[in-house]
T-cell receptor, first 111, second 117 residues
């Protein structure tokens, strides 16, 4: 079945440093979504990307969807302690219905 | 709006016991989902219901059954619990009825933390 790989699994940064997590699919995606889960919480939707090469920004967060629609990235500029949590990508293929979640990247930010 | 609610929040079972996890949404959403989350494994889809009256298997359906009771409610049943089913279970819903190549925001419930001894 389709696999969505996400790296790194963990990232520990000092507050103010940048952070990037990458998502790669073995097949072409029709769309990709990103979610954030705080420790002890539930996943919360951040954004959906649909178009090849699409770039979207939310304040300090920048999301990209690759030209081939097989990869995506989330970049956080100047991390804050409130960015702590696990970031998941989730992709849907052209032939499938359900979302396939990556295993997530857990971000720890120390002051 | 309460969004997506799940009961119970915590549960401890003995091997072989059965139980039903309840999920309800008050957003008039069409599609509903059950996921399990294990450390280092991300979210894995157990079952989903693309619209009222339909259910389909996800990635890890063995040992589970579901019922889409009505548009609001989607329950997950463990007939004979096993230690391998110790996990956090999340229910989610989406506004759109599911179709190939199209989906939208998934709204998650707070989760049920299940331990099977």
């Amino acid at each position: 079945g389709q696999q969505v790989m996400q790296i790194p699994q963990y990232q520990h940064v000092q507050e103010g440093e940048d952070f990037t997590t990458y998502c790669n699919s073995s097949t072409t995606l029709s769309n990709i979504q990103w979610y954030k889960q705080r420790p002890g919480g539930h996943p919360v939707f951040l954004i959906q990307l649909v178009k090849s090469g699409e770039v979207k920004k939310q304040k300090r967060l920048t999301f990209q969807f690759g030209e081939a629609k097989k990869n995506s990235s989330l970049h956080i500029t100047a991390t804050q302690t409130t960015d702590v949590g696990t970031y998941f990508c989730a992709g849907q293929t052209n032939s499938g219905y359900a979302l396939n979640f990556g295993k997530g990247t857990s971000l720890l930010v120390t002051p | 709006n309460a969004g997506v609610t799940q009961t119970p929040k915590f549960q401890v079972l003995k091997t072989g016991q059965s139980m039903t996890l309840q999920c309800a949404q008050d957003m008039n959403h069409n599609s509903m989902y059950w996921y399990r989350q294990d450390p280092g494994m991300g979210l894995r889809l157990i079952y989903y219901s693309a619209s009222e009256g339909t259910t389909d298997k996800g990635e890890v359906p063995n040992g589970y059954n579901v019922s889409r009771l009505n548009k609001r409610e989607f329950s997950l049943r463990l007939e004979s619990a096993a230690p391998s089913q110790t996990s956090v279970y999340f229910c989610a819903s989406t506004r759109l009825a599911g179709t190939i190549r199209r989906t939208d925001t998934q709204y998650f419930g707070p989760g049920t933390r299940l331990t099977v001894l």
